[in-house]
Nanobody
Framework: QVQLVESGVVQAGGSLRVSCTVSGRAIEHAMISWFRQGPGQDRFFVAGIRWSATYYADFVTGRSNISKEDKENTVYLQIDSLRFEDTTVYYC???????????????WGKGTAVTVSS
């Protein structure tokens, strides 16, 4: 059974860092993506990584970094220069091919809520 478990923290200096740990399947050859969804909003692609290639949505380009540690089967996303709209629920997802679309994702985590103090 494949499981994705997210966790997140807001760091001093105005950054957030979320992590996704996968069990039941190695992440090495899969694409792991982050989506986010605010209250009453659609879910949007934020960033993804497959092998050494990374992909970012326009609204985080230049202020975010996605990385992974294959040995730990974990993917990390850091977003700097936080904005109020970054306060939302972040979801981790796994797909078998490169895609930013929800319907391409095969497995999903349950999400982690990240709160940014105004």
């Amino acid at each position: 059974q494949v499981q994705l478990v997210e966790s997140g923290v807001v760091q001093a200096g105005g950054s957030l860092r979320v992590s996704c740990t996968v069990s039941g399947r190695a992440i090495e050859h899969a694409m792991i993506s982050w989506f986010r969804q605010g209250p009453g909003q659609d879910r949007f692609f934020v960033a993804g990584i497959r092998w050494s290639a990374t992909y970012y949505a326009d609204f985080v380009t230049g202020r975010s970094n996605i990385s992974k540690e294959d040995k730990e089967n974990t993917v990390y996303l850091q977003i700097d220069s936080l904005r109020f709209e970054d306060t939302t629920v972040y979801y981790c997802a796994m797909s078998n091919r490169v895609s930013t679309q929800e319907d391409a994702m095969v497995y999903w985590g349950k999400g982690t809520a990240v709160t940014v103090s105004s």
